[in-house]
């Protein structure tokens, strides 16, 4: 499944941020039309983390819907199912505006770089 | 001791490696004067029958190469071999476990062996796979899909990603049309439900049917102007 290869690169990104930092979430953004399951994603992600920096971080998964434009009449209307229409004029022909989203938006991660925890304790 | 939390916006992509990579092979491709197409379909739809109807009608009047992508096994490079055209098969074994889905990386491992600059057309055959090759751009210009009829009317909603991907959709196995309870009228409402107007060509690998038209379709998509 594809999931592992998204979480792979999730947190090849989070890591690579966190700069020697411990990472406590992760904020994902995803939109509705990208075949992502939330629950294999979540499952691949905890285990790729594992020996990172990002190792036991909460995985935020925001999932953002489907928006599209009506060339025609120029509305912006919320889709919920295919076929994709205008929710004003029914016209077929949309530009997606939000919904295809894949990104890391933000981490949270501690203050110091990990080797600091070790001498506080 | 009370340790802080500090927030980094980070705002990247996850595929944005991968799109880098397929923008660097797209701008080798055009460097070459290569046009590529990404082909893809669920396992046993037709892919390679079709390739081998379009490799003997283009012999002689389109410079055609294959990349061939499968998780294990040479078989399809093999069956496509007798045609003597540049030919690579990558497998996506040495992955993830075998990875089901060609990536922007691995189509570039397989450039190494094509002389592309020898190429007019370079057919991308990806792992057969109805869900992960559409997230993952490799360089292409352009989709193709091939569907097989038997695989019922209902996919084009159940895997609206890949349909939506699709420049092309080639309707495959016509000949098994009398055997089947498929409603094609059915099945291409499906299809124009999530991508409206979508290109679509009836095929059979098995008679030939369609084969001219698709033929003509890739040989004009390539050369508009021509």
Not at chain 1, 73 to 79: A, V
Not at chain 2, 130 to 145: I, N, Q, Y
Not at chain 2, 178 to 200: C, I, K, M, S, T
Request: proline fraction near 4%; include cysteine.
């Amino acid at each position: 499944m594809h999931e592992l290869a998204i979480a792979e690169s999730v947190v090849r990104i989070a890591d690579r941020h966190a700069d020697g930092r411990q990472v406590t979430k992760v904020y994902l953004k995803v939109g509705h039309l990208r075949q992502i399951v939330p629950s294999a994603l979540a499952f691949s992600f905890e285990l790729v983390a594992q020996g990172t920096s990002v190792e036991g971080a909460e995985l935020a998964l925001e999932e953002v819907p489907v928006t599209g434009k009506c060339r025609a009449c120029g509305t912006e209307s919320r889709l919920e199912s295919f076929p994709l229409q205008c929710g004003t004029c029914g016209g077929f022909d949309l530009e997606i505006v939000a919904g295809e989203e894949l990104y890391v938006e933000s981490l949270e991660m501690e203050e110091h770089p990990t080797k600091d925890q070790e001498l506080t304790g | 001791m009370h340790r802080t939390a500090v927030k980094k916006v980070v705002l990247e992509g996850v595929l944005d490696a991968n799109d880098a990579l397929a923008q660097a092979n797209r701008e080798r491709f055009h460097q070459a004067g290569t046009y590529v197409v990404n082909m893809m379909s669920s396992p046993g739809a037709g892919k390679t029958a079709l390739l081998e109807h379009t490799l003997e009608r283009m012999r002689g009047k389109l410079r055609l190469g294959i990349l061939e992508g499968d998780v294990q096994t040479t078989l399809d490079a093999d069956r496509l071999a007798r045609f003597h055209v540049p030919l690579v098969q990558v497998n996506t074994d040495p992955g993830f476990g075998g990875e089901c889905h060609l990536d922007a990386n691995m189509v570039r491992s397989g450039l190494a062996e094509l002389p592309l600059d020898e190429m007019e057309v370079l057919i991308i055959e990806n792992v057969g796979n109805l869900v992960c090759p559409a997230e993952f751009k490799v360089g292409e210009d352009t989709r193709v899909m091939v569907y097989s009829i038997t695989e019922g009317e209902e996919k084009p909603l159940k895997y609206p990603l890949m349909f939506r991907s699709a420049d092309l959709v080639l309707v495959n196995k016509m000949d098994l049309l009398e055997h089947l309870d498929f409603d094609l009228e059915q099945f291409l409402g499906n299809l124009d439900a999530v991508n409206p107007g979508v290109g679509r060509i009836l095929t059979s690998a098995r008679t030939g049917q369609g084969v001219d038209e698709w033929c003509t379709w890739l040989e004009r998509r390539r050369a508009p102007s021509s």
